[in-house]
Nanobody, 123 residues
Framework: QVQLVESGGGLVQTGGSLRLSCAAS????????MGWFRQAPGKEREFVAA????????YYADSVKGRFTISRDNAKNTVYLRMNSLKPEDTAVYYC????????????????WGQGTQVTVSS
């Protein structure tokens, strides 16, 4: 069992930065791939970034590549999403999720989800 709690969201101007954190409970955190997804009003939840448990390989959606960085600190059971050069289209609720298997860009692969944190980018 893994429980996830996101923090760090807020209101920021275009071009600004935020760092989201996701604190995980559970002794098996280090064996999970961790992902960030986002969901804007009226849209489906979409993949943003993921980091594997082994070798910390990272994957990004094309829309955030070069602007967002995912990282993890297994000693602190925490995964981060650093977001730079934010745009109004990045506005969404951001969710942290944990997966053991599957296609890590798909919501179907993730077994556990946090409650989400709102990110709003003003123009």
């Amino acid at each position: 069992q893994v429980q996830l709690v996101e923090s760090g969201g807020g209101l920021v101007q275009t071009g600004g930065s935020l760092r989201l954190s996701c604190a995980a409970s559970g002794r098996t955190f280090t064996t999970y791939t961790m992902g960030w997804f986002r969901q804007a009003p009226g849209k489906e939840r979409e993949f943003v970034a993921a980091i594997t448990w082994s070798y910390s390989n990272t994957y990004y959606a094309d829309s955030v590549k070069g602007r967002f960085t995912i990282s993890r600190d297994n000693a602190k059971n925490t995964v981060y999403l650093r977001m730079n050069s934010l745009k109004p289209e990045d506005t969404a609720v951001y969710y942290c999720a944990a997966a053991r298997y599957g296609v890590i860009t798909s919501t179907q692969a993730y077994d556990y989800w946090g409650q989400g944190t709102q990110v709003t980018v003003s123009s």
